[in-house]
């Protein structure tokens, strides 16, 4: 039974970091593409980093230079280091896995097999 787990979240000043974490069971397919998405309520879904088996990865504009996606496969971790956060970076961030292209996750048309509960990061 495949686990994601998120951590990292928080409250920060605009400016500020944070870095999610993303720990899974061992029974994850290394092979798989990995990501992060992010949801406000009444907004839509987002796609904002992604990772493939490979190391390639896809960025929303939103985040571009701003947020970067790393997986430590030894540790069976996946992170996201966010830089010069925004008050509109202020999200519910999910740790996703599956079988897609990492710019299927940014482009919205990724179907993510496995979600994490979240973690919740609020930027003022």
């Known amino acids: 039974h495949v686990q994601l787990v998120e951590s990292g979240g928080g409250s920060v000043k605009a400016g500020g970091s944070l870095k999610l974490s993303c720990a899974h069971s061992p029974d994850l397919y290394s092979s798989v593409s990995m990501g992060w998405v992010r949801q406000v309520p009444g907004k839509e879904r987002e796609g904002v980093a992604a990772?493939?088996?490979?190391?390639?990865?896809s960025y929303a504009d939103s985040v571009k230079d701003r947020f970067t996606i790393s997986r430590d496969k030894d540790k069976n971790t996946l992170y996201l280091q966010m830089n010069s956060l925004k008050p509109e970076d202020t999200a519910m961030y999910y740790c996703v896995a599956g079988f897609w292209l990492t710019w299927e996750l940014i482009a919205g048309t990724a179907n993510a097999e496995y979600w994490g509960q979240g973690t919740q990061v609020t930027v003022s």
């Open positions: 990772i493939d088996s490979d190391g390639s990865t």
